[in-house]
């Protein structure tokens, strides 16, 4: 299931790096008195009433500035607003209403998305006079809130969550969605085009053509599939041209509605700190994965270059073990075929559910042959496990005292649980609750 995503936009330097901050739980945003000083969105994830959603922060809005800075941030603002689900707009309290905000909730209420109206640096119980100036704007009720004080926040992310879309509605939708993702020109749109057998999506050697996320649903069978494509992530320090450094945040919410990953690797480059960046971001989100090894057929080989490759792959990516690889060519079309039989079986085993007593009965001879660690006499005790979720799988260990689960224990445990059920392809998580602690402890 895709999260909600909630966009904070504004004008410069009027709190909302504080209030993205807050949220979240931690400082993330630069937050300082110079308008402007957020000058790329940050993206985090934060939880309100069970639900986890995306939050974007984003460089202030200054309509029709001739500011190259501040048009740039009004550009990157337009795509969050444009992904996202609900849209907090924050004005000033000090300032006042002004014509900047009116251009702005004029661009607002053209999204059609709800718009929650915050004024913030209201730090005393007091309104001042001109706070129902901002009802002029027409987005409903204005909330007066403290950013830094945290004022009326359990209203607002209240406001949020009523208007996320249904998550029951999210979890029937049957089609499994693909998000290819890598470096500029390692070959996504080529490797898309190939599978579909068409030209849908625009193929050129110019680095970044592809600026928008792409969605293309196609079927193989009774199998519904949604092919995401994105714009190639770039180091920051390879950004010239504005409209680049808005493909992270879209690649991100790409890689967030997607079920399975295709992380595309140029062969004739191996694998980069980019693409680890990349592989990072879809192994963090929880997502399937699987490595596409792209231009296959410009590599001279020998009876053992894909396994060296392969074991090198494996080195540079050691955190994410579980993911299968393919070497494809998508400009010849070897082994594309394997691609989609891959995406297939990973989303089946993110989907995967294993029955409590097959698995405590697992845990119970893993103990058996691998006695469980301990610190000064006492020894770590696993009463229960059970499987709370899927997708990607998560875990419940029910034991005696979190602190003596060392992490080389835990990965233990989890390589056992793959050995014997598999999961190709996805990451598996854990949590650990001492006796006792509630569920949401």
Partial sequence: MSKPMVAVVGRPNVGKSTFFNKIVGRRVSIVEDTPGVTRDRIYAEAEWRGRTFGLIDTGGIEPDTKDVILSQMREQAEIAMDMADVIVFM???????????REVATMLMRTGKKVILLVNKIDTPKLPD??????????????????????????????????FPSAELEEEEESIKIAVIGKPNVGKSSLINALLGENRVIVSDIAGTTRDSIDTPFEQGEDKFV???TAGLRRKNKINEDIEKFSVIRAIAAIERSDVCLLM???????????KKIAGLAHEAGKGIIVVVNKWDLIEKDTNTMRDFRKQMEKELVFMAYAPSVFISAKTGQRL????????????????????????????????????????????KIYYVTQVGV?????SFQINKRDLMHFSYARYLENKIRSSFGFEGTSIKFVFREKGEKENG
């Fill in 91 to 101: 004005v000033d309290g000090k300032d006042g209403l002004t014509t900047s905000d």
């Fill in 391 to 395: 997708k990607p799988p998560l875990f």
């Fill in 337 to 380: 075929q394997n691609v989609i039989d891959l995406a297939k079986v990973v989303a089946e085993k993110r989907a995967m559910r294993i029955p409590t007593g097959q698995l405590n009965s697992l845990i119970i001879d893993a103990v058996m042959m691998n006695p469980t660690p301990s610190d000064k006499g006492k020894h770590l």
């Fill in 227 to 229: 092919l995401i494509d």
């Fill in 130 to 163: 001109d706070f129902y100036d901002f009802y002029e704007l027409g987005l409903g009720e204005p909330i007066p809130v403290s950013a830094a004080n945290m004022l009326n926040f359990g209203d607002i992310l209240d406001m949020m969550v009523e208007n």
């Fill in 265 to 275: 690797l140029d062969a004739t480059e191996g694998v980069t700190e980019q693409d």
